[in-house]
């Protein structure tokens, strides 16, 4: 899962488609439609001063549409051409539980000058995210430890605290969540989208998806074709049909085997004041020998949380880590102190606030897409299978979520196919440990004819501008800019 949740997660665990669509004629999307946005200066520092913010009202539950309502907040910085004007592009966050009401004063600045002339660009906070309608279950401090929220299992590979850990955080979530809790989904934030697009006035949106973003937005292009203007989806999510997230929980054992080897080259290279290791092949018994110890010998890591460094917590940064090759140098320093006896001084965290907010939009999310098995003995089996042959993640990608206990009635997955528009383009990097390559590979095949993929040599979770190569850069931004997109997918060195 993603990198938004790496953001929260590095504290929280170390305390955590060449077819083209009608064209869009420029200036005719904004109309008298968009006047029902009160655009106003932004709160918050660190903006981009053009940053325009304003809320949208949507139906909480779309089977009730003159019902209540809630409030999505948005945000945009309108395209620097007036006169190339060609609509608004969509930034759609990562997650589940990210948001990207930042992101056109932040990554939507990275974004090429003809792409930013062309577009308005549009961030927005998901149901369930502040500033938009929130949500909270009220956890306990410990509870927002991400070795408790994502499901590491004992040392010896028992399920059982993981079971009762879902059943306390699923009973807080019904007792402090409220009814809005039961209408977070990925279904509903694709309708979202489509009312925000019916503010802006816009008779089609662009977007650009990244991570739990790129399910979003296959959803929406499944759900609502005729309105896509150009996808862009980076770093793709398996759409499983029967149960996405869980997928993407998995395929974490396979994203940390093809990203573990750079680590370790990383770690033992020459030079390194890091390094770890006269060789690359030295690196991974050196990590399990000293996950192991930990589990054992726990050392005590105050003003974490949790208040110790243990085997999972270690592994937990490991994961967080391999996100990006940048962050390397964190693991290898915790590994060190740790081979000493000692840690380092304990990460700031967030305010519980803001990891309760984030908490509970995840976890309502990947609940409500999809049922999740509640048999122990389900759970016990993954786990000892994913042990025995994964030993780096120890069995935490086929464990119980809170989602195990989970008290409402998910929704039915939304099964992504290749009806629609040409009009797809997926970039993805080919060792990626939150979004595998073979996840990715899923979503191309289901969306067939109307995807082509750009993959990228390169390592790292976010392709597009971020940890991919200037070859995959290129060609997402000539399609964003021009519409014009590989014939057939492309292999980027």
Request: hydrophobic share 35%.
């Amino acid at each position: 899962m993603k990198k938004s949740i790496r953001n929260a997660s590095l504290i929280a665990a170390s305390a955590v488609v060449l077819g083209l669509t009608a064209p869009v004629a420029a200036n005719a999307s904004t109309p008298a439609a968009a006047k029902s946005l009160d655009w106003k200066k932004c709160a918050g520092s660190g903006l981009d001063p053009r940053q325009q913010c304003a809320t949208l009202a949507v139906p909480m539950d779309y089977a009730d549409p003159g019902g209540r309502k809630i409030e999505i907040a948005l945000s945009r910085i309108p395209a620097e051409n007036p006169s190339a004007r060609r609509g608004a592009l969509l930034l759609i966050a990562g997650g589940p539980g990210g948001t990207s009401l930042g992101d056109p004063s932040g990554k939507g600045q990275k974004l090429p000058q003809d792409v930013r002339d062309e577009y308005d660009l549009i961030g927005f906070a998901p149901r369930g995210n502040a500033p938009s309608t929130a949500v909270s279950c009220g956890l306990d401090h410990a509870d927002l430890a991400l070795t408790t929220l994502r499901p590491w299992p004992g040392p010896d590979g028992s399920v059982t605290g993981n079971m009762t850990a879902a059943r306390r955080m699923s009973d807080a979530c019904a007792r402090n969540g409220g009814e809005l809790m039961r209408h977070i989904s990925t279904v509903d934030n694709a309708r979202d989208i489509d009312g925000i697009r019916a503010s802006l006035g816009e008779r089609k949106i662009s977007a650009w998806g990244v991570s739990y973003g790129t399910y979003v937005g296959a959803v929406y292009a499944q759900l609502f074709p005729q309105r896509t203007d150009r996808i862009v989806l980076d770093s793709n999510d398996n759409p499983d049909p029967v149960n996405p997230e869980r997928a993407w929980l998995q395929a974490g054992e396979v994203g940390v085997e093809d990203n573990f080897p750079e680590f370790a080259k990383w770690a033992s290279t020459p030079g390194n004041p890091y390094r770890l290791a006269d060789t690359a092949a030295e690196v991974r018994p050196l990590f399990l020998r000293l996950a192991a110890r930990l589990d054992r010998e726990p050392i005590p890591w105050p003003g974490a949380n949790p208040t110790e460094l243990d085997g999972n917590v270690l592994r937990q940064t490991m994961l967080n880590t391999l996100y990006d090759p940048d962050d390397y140098p964190a693991l290898a320093q915790l590994i060190l102190a740790a081979q000493k006896g000692t840690v380092p001084p304990a990460p700031q965290s967030p305010p519980d606030e803001v990891l309760q907010n984030y908490t509970a939009v995840g976890a309502a999310t990947i609940c409500n897409d999809a049922a999740w098995p509640r048999s122990t003995a389900v759970y016990r089996k993954g786990v000892e299978e994913s042990r025995a042959r994964y030993p780096l993640t120890a069995g935490m990608p086929r464990n119980a979520m809170v989602c195990a206990a989970w008290p409402w009635q998910p929704k039915q997955p939304v099964r992504i196919t290749d009806r629609g528009p040409s009009n797809v383009l997926l970039v993805q990097n080919e060792r990626d440990v939150a979004t595998p390559l073979s996840g990715a590979l899923k979503l191309r095949e289901a969306l067939g004819r109307r995807a082509v993929m750009v993959t990228v040599d390169s390592t790292g979770h976010d392709a597009y501008l971020d940890n991919g190569n200037a070859c995959g850069d290129v060609t997402v931004s000539r399609f964003l800019a021009t519409g014009e997109r590989p014939g057939k997918d492309v292999y980027c060195e």
